[in-house]
T-cell receptor
Framework: NAGVMQNPRHLVRRRGQEARLRCSPMKGHSHVYWYRQLPEEGLKFMVY????????ESGMPKERFSAEFPKEGPSILRIQQVVRGDSAAYFC??????????????FGSGTRLTVV | DQQVKQNSPSLSVQEGRISILNCDYTNSMFDYFLWYKKYPAEGPTFLISISSIKDKNEDGRFTVFLNKSAKHLSLHIVPSQPGDSAVYFCARGPSGTYKYIFGTGTRLKVLA
């Protein structure tokens, strides 16, 4: 396992379409965190998931955004009816347990979403 | 609003010299400060952290200093190497949680 895997690396969507971003955590990691980096800003927390559970989605916009982490398969960040303001780099991180913050998270390479 | 600010968007340093990256923060409710390094087309990589009960933490060529009275965090890289050229983010997080707040980053260029 090379680390946290995100795909696609680049995603272009027209306004109103749906965007699906995938994140496969490191082997043995069951905690996943999504962050977003808007242009000229730092990364910001969006949502924290464990297998089959959303633990904290307080950083995620209330509308059009959803996230899941099923028992099998990658975590999915879904953005419905995308708008230009959703254009950003979306990073996923994982940790083996809830103490991961102490040691720094392992981030994937990100998905750069461009809405045209 | 709880923030971290990296006021220098870029920094150039000669190879072998010291690189000093700075970060200022508001509010003092956070217990953990971290530095991440990011190469182009890659995700941020954890570098070093410091708890708010400490003033200094060292790991090889990297040392992080925390000045709580000035609400200032700095990362020293000595000696700087060309491979250190990257964007450096400081981040802060409340103890026991994952809700890091990141700065906007400083692009370090180490000149050979």
């Amino acid at each position: 396992n090379a680390g946290v895997m995100q795909n696609p690396r680049h995603l272009v969507r027209r306004r109103g379409q749906e965007a699906r971003l995938r994140c496969s955590p490191m082997k043995g990691h069951s905690h996943v965190y999504w962050y977003r980096q808007l242009p000229e800003e730092g990364l910001k927390f969006m949502v924290y998931l464990q297998k089959e559970n959303i633990i904290d989605e307080s950083g995620m916009p209330k509308e059009r955004f959803s996230a899941e982490f099923p028992k099998e398969g990658p975590s999915i960040l879904r953005i419905q009816q995308v708008v230009r303001g959703d254009s950003a780099a979306y990073f996923c991180a994982s940790s083996p347990d809830q103490t991961g913050y102490l040691y720094g998270y392992t981030f994937g390479s990100g998905t750069r979403l461009t809405v045209v | 609003d709880q923030q971290v600010k990296q006021n220098s968007p870029s920094l150039s340093v000669q190879e072998g010299r010291i690189s000093i990256l700075n970060c200022d923060y508001t509010n003092s409710m956070f217990d953990y400060f971290l530095w991440y390094k990011k190469y182009p087309a890659e995700g941020p990589t954890f570098l070093i952290s410091i708890s708010s009960i400490k003033d200094k933490n060292e790991d090889g060529r990297f040392t992080v200093f925390l000045n709580k009275s000035a609400k200032h965090l700095s990362l020293h890289i000595v000696p700087s190497q060309p491979g250190d050229s990257a964007v450096y983010f400081c981040a802060r997080g409340p103890s026991g949680t994952y809700k890091y707040i990141f700065g906007t980053g400083t692009r370090l260029k180490v000149l050979a």
